[in-house]
Structures are given as structure tokens and as C-alpha cells.
């Protein structure tokens, strides 16, 4: 909510960020540091995998939310939140404000990760399970690389190209089935909501490479917190907000907990581990979604549900072992 955006240190490691909510595939030589001792890359695995849980909790979190607060409610409240806390963190270090050169890339992070990603999984979550969304999204990893190659003019394998298809083939395959023959209207915004988030990652990983990737999006909140501010207002004069103990935990998960020290800890996990060990922990993130599906929301999962995300799993898993 997925989410959904990497911190790594420039001259160290060269990075294609991936979601909330996203895995990211890199070309070239791994970017793994090389001197960081045993006791240094257990935390860092720990953290990655920290990072990873509290992503697959996003939509849980959002369901939950939904229960007593409209969907752009709670979309602008989360952006808005997170946005003060991010602001506080920069102020209280320091942080220079980046580069004008930097602002374009920004925009891009904030209207895909910030705005975009948030809001259409929050529609779609009207209608859908989480368990669909979770299968649907669970593509994310692979169209961000899509982008990214295209993006970077990076030519990855014929190996690479017939996963990312096979993977594409069996969400769609998937989404159909589960929808009678027809794409519903949840699917479309998920659907949108891989091509928007997918932008905002690409453009976060190559903002990563000159900046802290949790300063990338701490910005990237702090320049939609207007839009969020002001749509906030609008939206709590036209739609219900009751605070029930499901809808505050799932409002306060989603803008504390998963947009913003889910990224933290993620970020800081895949600085001292690297992007391709890093990357390996974040695939299981589907399959977790489904299990918090079941005994969080106490929904049904169908068969095709994990037999689906296990094969986009093994896709994204091939994805990252190809040679470019």
C-alpha cells in the first residue's frame, strides 16, 4: 500500500527503489556492501525483514480503516500524517532542502507513492478482498522493472523479459477468473495503481543514488502535504468519519506504520544488507497479506489466491537472478 518507495548512501549502492507497498531489480554487478561485519548484516536482515512485515499489513490496515472513514478521507488524513512526522524528522536533523534539479523527480515520487498508490488501492479496497488486491499488486515488483528498464535504457534478459511475462499472464489470468469473465472496476484501479506506483519507485531509486532514499520520500510527503491538507478538509465535509477502534488503528498503521517507519526500517535494512538480499525478503510480502487476510479480516481465501502469488513469486524470484 502497497505501497507501495530505497535509502541506500550515494558512492555505496546504486539502487532501482521498489513498493508498499515493491521489490527492485537491479542490472549490472550486485550492489551488496562488502565489508559490513556478521553482526551488521543480522541487523539488517532483521530490519529489511521488519520492513517487509509491516508493508504486507498495509491493506489489512486499509480495510480497516474503510470500516468508519470514507476512502479519501482516509487517504488525505494518512498523506497528511505522515507528512507531519517526516517534516519533523527533517527539521529535527537538519536536512537541507534538495536541489531544484531534484523537485521534477519529487513530484513524481509524491503523485505515485504519496497520492496515486494510497488512493486507487483505497477504491479498489471498497469492493475488493484484500487477498485479491494483495495477488493483483503482488505484480508491482515486476512492472516497476519494466519502467525502470525503460527509464534507464538498462536491456535486460530474454530470461528476465518471459518472467516478467509469465507473471503478468497469471495475475491477469487470475483477475479475470475471480471476476467472472470481465475486469471489475477494483481491478482497473488496481491495475492503475501498479502503473502510477511503479513510476514513483523508478524515480525514487534514481533519486536514491543522490540523496537518503527516507529523505526521498520524506520530501516526496512533504510536497503533497497542501493537496493532502486541503483535500482532507474537503473530504471530511462529505463523507462519514467515525472513529471505531478498528478504523483509528487502521488510520493510524497506514500513515505511521507503513508509509513512513515501515520505509525506515526497510531503507536502513537495504543499506547495509543490499538491494538483491533485501529484495529476496520483500517477496514473500503477498504471501503475508494473505495470511493477515484470513486472520485479521477473517476473509476466504479461493485456490487460485497463493497458487497465483506463489507463481508471481517464482517469477519475481527468476526476475532477480537474471543476467542483464
Known amino acids: 500500500m502497497t505501497a507501495q518507495d530505497s535509502a541506500t548512501r550515494p558512492r555505496r549502492?546504486?539502487?532501482?527503489e521498489a513498493p508498499a507497498p515493491a521489490t527492485s531489480t537491479t542490472t549490472g554487478p550486485a550492489a551488496t556492501p562488502t565489508a559490513a561485519p556478521h553482526g551488521?548484516?543480522?541487523?539488517?536482515?532483521?530490519?529489511?525483514?521488519?520492513?517487509?512485515?509491516?508493508?504486507?499489513?498495509?491493506?489489512?490496515a486499509t480495510a480497516w480503516g474503510l470500516e468508519g472513514i470514507g476512502p479519501w478521507s482516509l487517504v488525505t488524513l494518512r498523506g497528511a500524517l505522515s507528512a507531519l512526522i517526516a517534516g519533523g524528522c527533517l527539521?529535527?536533523?537538519?536536512?537541507?532542502?534538495p536541489h531544484r534539479r531534484h523537485w521534477a523527480g519529487l513530484a513524481v515520487v509524491g503523485a505515485g507513492v504519496v497520492v496515486g498508490f494510497p488512493l486507487l488501492t483505497t477504491l479498489a479496497l471498497q469492493t475488493s478482498t484484500t487477498a485479491h488486491a494483495a495477488v493483483v499488486v503482488g505484480l508491482l515488483p515486476l512492472t516497476t522493472a519494466v519502467l525502470s528498464a525503460l527509464r534507464t535504457g538498462a536491456r535486460p534478459s530474454r530470461m528476465f523479459w518471459t518472467a516478467a511475462l509469465v507473471g503478468a499472464a497469471a495475475v491477469i489470468a487470475?483477475?479475470?477468473q475471480q471476476s467472472g469473465g470481465a475486469l471489475?472496476?477494483?481491478?482497473?484501479?488496481?491495475?492503475g495503481a501498479l502503473l502510477i506506483c511503479a513510476a514513483g519507485y523508478t524515480e525514487g531509486g534514481r533519486l536514491a543514488r543522490e540523496m537518503p532514499g527516507w529523505q526521498v520520500i520524506g520530501w516526496g510527503l512533504m510536497l503533497c502535504l497542501p493537496l493532502n491538507a486541503v483535500g482532507a478538509v474537503l473530504a471530511l465535509q462529505h463523507e462519514s468519519f467515525q472513529l471505531t477502534g478498528h478504523s483509528t488503528a487502521g488510520l493510524l498503521y497506514s500513515a505511521i506504520g507503513s508509509q513512513f517507519l515501515g520505509l525506515v526500517v526497510w531503507y536502513r535494512g537495504m543499506a547495509v544488507i543490499g538491494v538483491p538480499k533485501a529484495s529476496q525478503l520483500q517477496l514473500?510480502?503477498?504471501?503475508?497479506?494473505?495470511?493477515?487476510?484470513?486472520?485479521?479480516?477473517?476473509e476466504h481465501l479461493p485456490v487460485a489466491a497463493p497458487?497465483?502469488?506463489?507463481?508471481?513469486?517464482?517469477?519475481?524470484?527468476?526476475?532477480?537472478?537474471?543476467?542483464g
Open 13 to 16: 549502492i546504486a539502487v532501482t
Open 40 to 60: 551488521a548484516r543480522r541487523t539488517g536482515t532483521l530490519m529489511a525483514a521488519l520492513g517487509v512485515t509491516a508493508f504486507s499489513l498495509t491493506f489489512p
Open 91 to 97: 527539521l529535527a536533523l537538519r536536512v537541507p532542502v
Open 174 to 176: 487470475f483477475t479475470v
Open 184 to 191: 471489475s472496476a477494483a481491478d482497473l484501479y488496481l491495475f
Open 284 to 298: 514473500a510480502q503477498p504471501l503475508l497479506t494473505l495470511v493477515w487476510s484470513v486472520f485479521l479480516l477473517g
Open 307 to 323: 497458487l497465483t502469488a506463489a507463481a508471481v513469486l517464482v517469477c519475481i524470484a527468476v526476475t532477480q537472478r537474471a543476467r
